[in-house]
């Protein structure tokens, strides 16, 4: 690799990932894990969760808690929807739960604060809900529809919110190549699996998108401007 490409990555990665990284970096030499409190209990929440729905005696009341289906009326799915972020899906592994919320939800609530992450979290997975519910209605004909079995499949876990902050960063942080990149990746897994969790996944990022358009547009000036310190310009001679 020759030093003009090599300079040309790092210059690359400065643009891209510079200021997020130094404003994760800094908080947490500063503060360690008291960075990200809110991110620490939703794992701790998790994993809570997760023992108890696999024992004998817990699986209901945490389906009652936090278990979201298409089926249900929509008071309760909506009043269902805070812990539904936190319960475990059935047919994954924890781990990949607990992973998410740790990275996603502590980048996002060092850089946009916690309160943030948890509005855009939730919008993102109101926004999967949704969708959910629309799609049935539009039947398997249609190419937003969904088939009548999805009805009771569980809709719990981090991933819609996880993929709504990881835009929504991007966004605040001009990481846009990032963010395209997150696109791409959830338009793969629709074309792969054709599930409804990646459809879910589309919904969400459309929502955050809406989202972003409006604070761009009609949002305070503050919000126009990238966060994070941006790299100095490198001379290249």
């Not at 030093?3 to 030499?29: H, M, N, Y």
């Not at 509005?119 to 519910?133: E, K, Q, S």
């Not at 990646?198 to 929502?207: C, D, N, S, T």
Request: charged residues 15%; contains cysteine.
């Amino acid at each position: 690799m020759t030093a003009w490409t090599t300079s040309s990555l790092a210059g690359f990665a400065r643009r891209e990932w510079g200021p997020l990284f130094r404003t994760v970096r800094d908080a947490l030499v500063h503060d360690k894990w008291r960075a990200v409190p809110m991110t620490l209990g939703a794992v701790c929440l998790t994993s809570v969760f997760q023992v108890v729905q696999n024992t004998s005696w817990g699986f209901q009341p945490v389906q009652n808690l936090g278990s979201v289906k298409a089926v249900d009326p929509l008071w309760l799915a909506l009043l269902r929807t805070p812990l539904s972020l936190f319960v475990p899906a059935l047919d994954l592994p924890v781990w990949g739960a607990l992973a998410q919320i740790l990275l996603v939800f502590g980048i996002s609530e060092i850089c946009i604060g916690w309160w943030r992450t948890l509005l855009i979290g939730y919008v993102a997975t109101l926004a999967g809900t949704t969708y959910a519910r629309i799609g049935l209605s539009l039947g398997p004909d249609h190419p937003f529809g969904l088939p009548v079995s999805d009805r009771i499949v569980n809709d719990t876990g981090p991933s819609a919110a996880v993929v709504g902050l990881a835009i929504y960063v991007c966004w605040r942080y001009r990481a846009y190549l990032t963010g395209a990149a997150v696109i791409l990746v959830m338009i793969g897994e629709v074309l792969i699996k054709d599930n409804l969790a990646g459809k879910e996944h589309l919904a969400a990022i459309a929502a955050v998108m809406a989202v972003c358009v409006v604070r761009a547009q009609w949002g305070p000036e503050r919000s126009r401007q990238p966060l994070g310190r941006r790299p100095p310009p490198v001379d290249s001679r």
